[in-house]
């Protein structure tokens, strides 16, 4: 049964992007019920987007997600009398189906900025790779002016000893 729920779970996690990108193209049936809901003044304007998941807060696509799952479980209960449709393949699938809302939520916001900002981004990679060859070109010839200031210095005269210096001043 453990198998069962996890096909589920990942059944329902694409469920949940499908929807999601689904309504993210357009929303005419939550704007069907809408208008059977709501009196005129309350109805959803022409310009807005909002679906039954897409531009949702989570506690509303917690609610439509059950409810649908909870009208699909009974149907099939009617139409299957075997006892399939469990507490916990429900739970996974709801909560299955509002990952997958997310992550089509989060691909969707990543591609926008990545969109938005596609000109900037190519010219912060260029900086960047420009800023590395200037880094490693110091480094190098850093590297290289160390080598010559080692050459170049002169050896020092070996100094003196002591019993030497002591000699010298005529104490030995």
Known sequence: MLTLEIILFVAAI??????????SKGNGIYRFFNKLMNSKELQMKETETKGFVYGQPFLLRLVFVAVLFLIGIL???FLIPIDIATISAFA???????????????IFK????????????????QNTIEKGKDLIEDLRSDNKEEVKKAEEKEPEAPKKSARDRLKDKGYL
């Not at 990543?110 to 990679?125: C, M, N, P």
């Open 92 to 106: 996974s699938m709801i909560v299955g189906t509002l990952i997958g809302t997310y992550i089509a939520g989060g």
């Open 110 to 125: 990543s591609a926008a900025v990545i969109d938005e900002h596609s000109d900037s981004l190519e010219d912060l990679v």
């Open 14 to 23: 694409l469920f949940g992007i499908v929807w999601y990108w689904k309504e």
């Open 75 to 77: 149907v099939v209960r």
